[in-house]
């Protein structure tokens, strides 16, 4: 630890361990120590050391900007920094040396500032911050200890004492705006929440001028768009998390990460204020003001503004004022498991009052279908007996009415169910497929990609076979019971023949049906298997043709194919079966109806109106019935379906409510005595592995396959869990921490990573709305892919196809290290990232990698790709068995030297 004499206002103060000496040294002291040769090492590591730690709680200031590093050396280098152009140590402390009169400042992070004296200058350098110039300024380098052998270099040390200084003030006066900033916000909020309660206690005489949308407002929240993202939040039915630290150049994306939520830009074209498209995240044309559309009925659209608590009915001329780019929320399934009830709540969110008047409808039509039997009745028992034309054209005239009115309540009983169906279609497939993407990634390991997507799709094959006439069907069934109400007014006994003919009828369904469900869930399975059977044969189709095993290939997936195609005949024969009865069954109701009314009941006990009224009804009813069976024909095939979506929607997805924000990770790792398994009864992976990592480390992971090196990279993304022990990012312990937010600050490269389709710039700069072209163009020069980009007919803009054919397997590896550096990660892991590069390029990409001012990772295989990182972990069987540079562990024998001399054979 060290400290400053003579500077009473700074102090750094530590905790010491038991039975410590702690010793006063003055820096001429300090100074005599080094003169000696048996101390100068031992004296300038310690220097070295300090120097590191001070840098490192620089780069770690919450105001360090986001930059790396231009320029990187090392000790014996020459160079010129040009103006503006940052510099740093690549590994070590360094010493730069420089002439006075050519300079007048020097910051470090832009944050302090340093003045050059009139005599030649020494400035230290260390890897994990930066220094800059005002001018181009010529500089040399040296060692610690061969640079503190000159006078002008402990003077320089005087230098970072004012830094420090300057640095704490500038903090302390950081920290007094921001609790300014802080009471400020805290009277503003006092005083609007005063206006407010006003205005609400001044509304209680006066509703007009209520504020009907202040009940969804975050009191805590004092952002408008947060505010009107709320407001169009509430009214879909998601309440917003509260995100204190908004990116300013993604604010709307950091709202929506932080509540789980997806969104998507909209084009707001013709007069959509009529048209009936869900609540809006809008905002004006000129100010930019962000204001929330709300659907207001069938009426159309209202604007609300939370800026000034005004709302405005839409119409052409209001819908000018605001820009034609608006945005829409996509609501998430509950966090719990969730059944098929609750899916159907999830779906009819807002459409309660179209599902009552489906209901509504169908049981009013039910009750218009009884005025044809009754009006048969009094027909033959009434007006024909007493010869009545008169009263023919009255009931004539009153089945024309009863036609119409049920026709008109089909017509809105259709468009109900319209509105439903586009309600379902839009709500629930998003649902699902957000769901998978919030899953951990261990239920992935569970199915097979094809299978996975069948399984994903299932719901919407459940709305594609729930259509409207299926459900028209059901629903006019069950309301066609209402007609039991007629059988039993005219024959109670011949109602309760009808009702025992119905049992038997639903009785044999029963039983015809349960086969058919076993052959279409067996039929569904093998599908399943057979389409991601058939995603696997096509990914690795051109390895079945250099090894000519195609037919093999074929067979496999005939097999799979073959077992499917006998489960749907099989399910086809039962549901034959099934259509069969349904055809025979009205013609053998009416022959037992018959019988039973003249053999066994003695004779026609009826009138011939009463008859023929019964018969009508009992018509009405076989064929409503009939119509339903038909249609639970097709819901039998929804059962297998749902019961193959199930483990997506009760599976939980990844949460991470009540969990820290991890803020901005400085790339500090540290793994302490980490067990890992994959199952409860599994072989442990790591058997208590511990190793740390500072921030700019440059770090190999090595060892033979399966020692668990792939494992430990989904171990530091939180893809699992430790068994025992923790995993701390920054002194924070991963498992505390909200892994989305961690996730977002680490770039990722994998062996098998996937490109999108699309083009080279999208695959870049992925969704990120802050990131341009010149950022994507860094990014493939770091990358070593800016020539390859160059010489393509459409450079950055050239299309990638499905598959991405029209790249090498090289050019693919070096585009997604690319799209991982465009975002300056503070924490890299590359997971086998360059195994495809040829030794010049995998030169260019490993200088790109040394230069950077961020944690790196890297697991590599070819063992002479690591030559230059700082240190090497070499891991087998769960420990951390070997750790040094390169040629410290090429010196010894050990694993890392027999993995060499393995490659190198």
Same mark, same amino acid.
């Given at each position: 630890?060290? =400290?400053f004499e003579?500077?009473?206002?700074?102090?750094?103060?530590?905790?010491?361990?038991?039975?410590?000496?702690?010793?006063a040294l003055?820096?001429?002291?300090?100074?005599?120590?080094?003169?000696?040769?048996?101390?100068?090492?031992?004296?300038?590591?310690?220097?070295?050391?300090?120097?590191?730690?001070?840098?490192?709680?620089l780069?770690?200031n919450?105001?360090?900007?986001n930059?790396?590093?231009?320029?990187?050396?090392?000790?014996?280098?020459?160079?010129?920094?040009?103006?503006?152009?940052?510099?740093?140590?690549?590994?070590?402390?360094?010493?730069?040396?420089?002439?006075?009169?050519?300079?007048?400042?020097?910051?470090?992070?832009?944050?302090?500032?340093?003045?050059?004296?009139?005599?030649?200058?020494?400035?230290?350098?260390?890897?994990?911050?930066?220094?800059?110039?005002?001018?181009?300024l010529?500089l040399?380098?040296?060692?610690?200890?061969?640079?503190?052998?000159?006078?002008a270099?402990?003077?320089?040390?005087?230098?970072i004492?004012?830094?420090?200084?300057?640095?704490?003030?500038q903090?302390?006066?950081e920290?007094?705006?921001?609790?300014?900033?802080?009471?400020?916000?805290?009277?503003?909020?006092?005083?609007?929440?005063?206006?407010?309660?006003?205005?609400?206690?001044?509304?209680?005489?006066?509703p007009?001028?209520?504020?009907?949308y202040?009940?969804?407002?975050?009191?805590?929240?004092?952002?408008?768009?947060?505010?009107?993202?709320q407001? @169009?939040?509430?009214?879909?039915?998601?309440?917003?998390?509260d995100?204190?630290?908004?990116?300013?150049?993604?604010?709307?994306?950091?709202?929506?990460r932080?509540?789980?939520?997806r969104?998507?830009?909209?084009k707001?074209?013709?007069k959509?204020?009529?048209?009936?498209?869900?609540?809006?995240?809008?905002?004006?044309?000129?100010?930019?003001?962000?204001?929330?559309?709300?659907?207001?009925?069938?009426?159309?659209?209202?604007?609300?503004?939370?800026?000034?608590?005004?709302?405005?009915?839409?119409?052409?001329?209001?819908?000018?004022?605001?820009?034609?780019?608006?945005?829409?929320?996509?609501?998430?399934?509950?966090?719990?498991?969730?059944?098929?009830?609750?899916?159907?709540?999830?779906?009819?969110f807002?459409?309660q009052?179209d599902?009552?008047?489906?209901?509504?409808?169908?049981?009013?039509?039910?009750?218009?279908?009884?005025?044809?039997?009754?009006l048969?009745?009094?027909?033959f028992?009434?007006?024909?007996p007493?010869?009545?034309?008169?009263?023919?054209g009255?009931?004539?005239?009153?089945?024309?009415?009863?036609?119409?009115?049920?026709?008109?309540?089909r017509?809105?009983?259709?468009?109900?169910?319209?509105?439903?169906?586009?309600?379902?279609?839009?709500?629930?497939?998003?649902?699902?497929?957000?769901?998978?993407?919030?899953l951990?990634?261990?239920f992935?390991?569970?199915?097979?990609?094809?299978?996975?997507?069948?399984?994903?799709?299932?719901?919407q094959?459940?709305?594609?076979?729930?259509?409207?006439?299926?459900?028209?069907?059901?629903?006019?069934?069950?309301?066609?019971?209402?007609?039991f109400?007629?059988?039993?007014?005219?024959?109670?006994?011949?109602?309760?023949?009808?009702?025992?003919?119905?049992?038997?009828?639903?009785?044999?369904?029963? @039983?015809?049906?349960?086969?058919?469900?076993?052959?279409?869930?067996?039929?569904?399975?093998?599908?399943?298997?057979?389409?991601?059977?058939?995603l696997?044969?096509?990914?690795?189709?051109s390895?079945?043709?250099?090894?000519?095993?195609?037919?093999?290939?074929?067979?496999?997936?005939?097999?799979?194919?073959?077992?499917?195609?006998q489960?749907?005949y099989?399910?086809?024969?039962?549901?034959?079966?099934?259509?069969?009865?349904?055809?025979?069954?009205?013609?053998?109701f009416?022959?037992?109806?018959?019988?039973?009314?003249?053999?066994?009941?003695?004779?026609?006990?009826?009138?011939?109106g009463?008859?023929?009224?019964?018969?009508?009804?009992f018509?009405?009813?076989?064929?409503?019935?009939?119509s339903?069976?038909?249609?639970?024909?097709?819901?039998?095939?929804?059962?297998?379906?749902?019961?193959?979506?199930?483990?997506?929607?009760?599976?939980?997805?990844?949460?991470?409510?009540?969990?820290?924000?991890?803020?901005?990770l400085?790339?500090?790792?540290?793994?302490?005595?980490?067990?890992f398994?994959?199952?409860?009864?599994?072989?442990?992976?790591?058997? =208590?592995?511990?190793?740390?990592l500072?921030?700019?480390?440059?770090?190999?992971?090595?060892?033979?396959?399966?020692?668990?090196?792939?494992?430990l990279?989904?171990?530091?993304?939180?893809?699992?869990?430790?068994?025992?022990g923790?995993?701390?990012?920054?002194d924070?312990d991963?498992g505390?921490?909200d892994?989305?937010?961690?996730?977002?600050?680490?770039?990722?490269?994998?062996?098998?990573?996937?490109?999108?389709?699309?083009?080279?710039?999208?695959?870049?700069?992925?969704?990120s709305?802050?990131?341009?072209?010149?950022?994507?163009?860094?990014?493939?020069?770091?990358?070593?892919?800016d020539?390859?980009?160059?010489?393509?007919?459409?450079?950055?803009h050239?299309?990638?196809?499905?598959?991405?054919?029209?790249?090498?397997?090289?050019?693919?590896?070096?585009?997604?290290?690319?799209?991982?550096l465009?975002?300056?990660?503070?924490?890299?892991?590359f997971?086998?990232?360059?195994?495809?590069?040829?030794?010049?390029?995998?030169?260019?990409?490993?200088?790109?990698?040394?230069k950077?001012?961020?944690?790196?990772?890297?697991?590599?295989?070819?063992?002479?790709?690591?030559?230059?990182?700082?240190?090497?972990?070499?891991?087998?069987?769960?420990?951390v068995?070997?750790?040094?540079?390169?040629?410290?562990?090429?010196?010894?024998?050990g694993p890392?030297?027999?993995?060499?001399?393995?490659?190198?054979?």
């Amino acid at each position: 630890m060290m =400290g400053f004499e003579g500077v009473p206002a700074l102090t750094l103060s530590g905790d010491a361990t038991e039975d410590s000496v702690l010793y006063a040294l003055p820096l001429a002291r300090f100074q005599t120590l080094f003169s000696l040769d048996e101390l100068r090492p031992a004296v300038a590591q310690l220097i070295n050391q300090w120097l590191d730690r001070l840098f490192y709680g620089l780069s770690g200031n919450d105001s360090f900007p986001n930059r790396q590093a231009e320029v990187l050396v090392q000790a014996g280098e020459r160079l010129i920094l040009r103006k503006g152009e940052a510099i740093a140590s690549q590994r070590y402390v360094v010493w730069g040396k420089m002439k006075a009169d050519k300079l007048k400042t020097l910051k470090i992070n832009g944050l302090g500032k340093i003045n050059a004296s009139n005599e030649e200058g020494w400035m230290p350098l260390g890897r994990r911050a930066f220094w800059e110039s005002d001018r181009n300024l010529g500089l040399r380098f040296y060692p610690t200890e061969e640079a503190l052998q000159h006078p002008a270099a402990w003077r320089s040390l005087r230098l970072i004492e004012q830094l420090l200084l300057d640095l704490e003030q500038q903090d302390i006066e950081e920290r007094l705006h921001r609790e300014e900033a802080r009471l400020r916000q805290k009277y503003t909020l006092q005083n609007q929440q005063a206006a407010r309660s006003l205005h609400e206690a001044q509304s209680i005489l006066n509703p007009q001028k209520a504020d009907k949308y202040a009940q969804f407002l975050d009191q805590h929240a004092e952002n408008t768009l947060f505010q009107a993202a709320q407001v @169009v939040a509430r009214a879909s039915g998601i309440r917003l998390q509260d995100n204190l630290h908004q990116n300013p150049t993604d604010p709307l994306g950091d709202i929506a990460r932080a509540s789980r939520l997806r969104f998507r830009e909209v084009k707001l074209e013709g007069k959509w204020w009529k048209q009936e498209i869900g609540p809006l995240l809008g905002f004006e044309e000129v100010s930019g003001a962000p204001v929330a559309f709300i659907p207001v009925g069938r009426a159309g659209y209202e604007a609300y503004n939370p800026a000034n608590r005004q709302t405005m009915r839409l119409d052409a001329k209001q819908a000018a004022q605001f820009s034609p780019l608006a945005y829409t929320f996509f609501r998430p399934l509950p966090p719990e498991p969730v059944h098929l009830w609750g899916l159907l709540r999830f779906g009819l969110f807002q459409g309660q009052a179209d599902f009552w008047n489906l209901l509504l409808m169908g049981l009013s039509g039910a009750v218009l279908g009884l005025v044809t039997p009754v009006l048969t009745g009094i027909l033959f028992d009434q007006v024909i007996p007493n010869a009545s034309p008169g009263q023919v054209g009255q009931l004539g005239l009153a089945l024309l009415v009863a036609t119409l009115a049920s026709l008109l309540l089909r017509v809105s009983e259709q468009f109900a169910l319209l509105r439903l169906e586009t309600r379902l279609d839009l709500r629930l497939q998003a649902a699902i497929w957000d769901r998978v993407l919030q899953l951990p990634t261990r239920f992935f390991r569970q199915f097979s990609g094809g299978d996975l997507a069948n399984r994903t799709l299932g719901v919407q094959e459940i709305r594609r076979l729930l259509s409207g006439v299926v459900v028209a069907s059901v629903l006019g069934g069950i309301f066609s019971l209402v007609n039991f109400v007629l059988l039993f007014y005219y024959s109670a006994s011949l109602a309760l023949v009808a009702l025992s003919l119905v049992l038997l009828e639903c009785l044999a369904f029963y @039983v015809l049906g349960r086969p058919q469900i076993k052959y279409e869930q067996e039929a569904l399975h093998h599908t399943g298997q057979a389409q991601g059977l058939v995603l696997q044969l096509l990914t690795g189709i051109s390895k079945f043709k250099v090894t000519g095993t195609e037919i093999r290939a074929f067979i496999r997936w005939l097999d799979v194919f073959r077992l499917a195609r006998q489960a749907q005949y099989r399910a086809a024969t039962w549901q034959n079966q099934q259509a069969l009865l349904n055809a025979l069954a009205p013609v053998l109701f009416n022959a037992f109806i018959f019988a039973f009314l003249f053999q066994i009941n003695g004779g026609p006990q009826l009138s011939t109106g009463s008859f023929l009224a019964f018969q009508a009804a009992f018509g009405a009813l076989t064929a409503a019935l009939l119509s339903l069976s038909e249609a639970l024909l097709t819901v039998f095939q929804v059962m297998p379906l749902y019961k193959r979506t199930r483990p997506i929607l009760e599976a939980r997805p990844e949460t991470d409510e009540g969990k820290k924000d991890p803020g901005l990770l400085r790339g500090k790792v540290e793994i302490s005595d980490v067990q890992f398994r994959y199952e409860a009864n599994g072989p442990l992976i790591f058997q =208590g592995i511990s190793f740390r990592l500072d921030p700019g480390d440059y770090v190999a992971l090595v060892g033979p396959s399966g020692s668990g090196k792939s494992t430990l990279v989904r171990l530091l993304l939180g893809f699992e869990s430790p068994t025992a022990g923790s995993i701390f990012y920054d002194d924070q312990d991963l498992g505390q921490l909200d892994l989305r937010r961690v996730r977002r600050q680490i770039g990722t490269v994998l062996q098998n990573g996937q490109l999108v389709p699309g083009d080279i710039f999208s695959n870049i700069v992925g969704t990120s709305p802050h990131l341009r072209l010149e950022d994507a163009w860094e990014a493939a020069r770091l990358a070593a892919l800016d020539e390859d980009i160059k010489k393509m007919p459409m450079g950055m803009h050239t299309v990638i196809g499905e598959g991405s054919t029209t790249l090498s397997g090289g050019q693919k590896q070096r585009l997604l290290i690319a799209r991982t550096l465009v975002h300056k990660p503070r924490l890299l892991i590359f997971d086998e990232a360059t195994s495809a590069l040829d030794n010049q390029t995998q030169a260019i990409v490993t200088q790109s990698l040394r230069k950077l001012q961020a944690t790196r990772i890297v697991i590599a295989h070819r063992l002479s790709t690591i030559r230059e990182v700082d240190k090497i972990l070499v891991i087998d069987q769960g420990q951390v068995v070997q750790q040094g540079t390169y040629e410290a562990l090429m010196a010894v024998e050990g694993p890392f030297k027999a993995l060499a001399r393995r490659q190198m054979e």
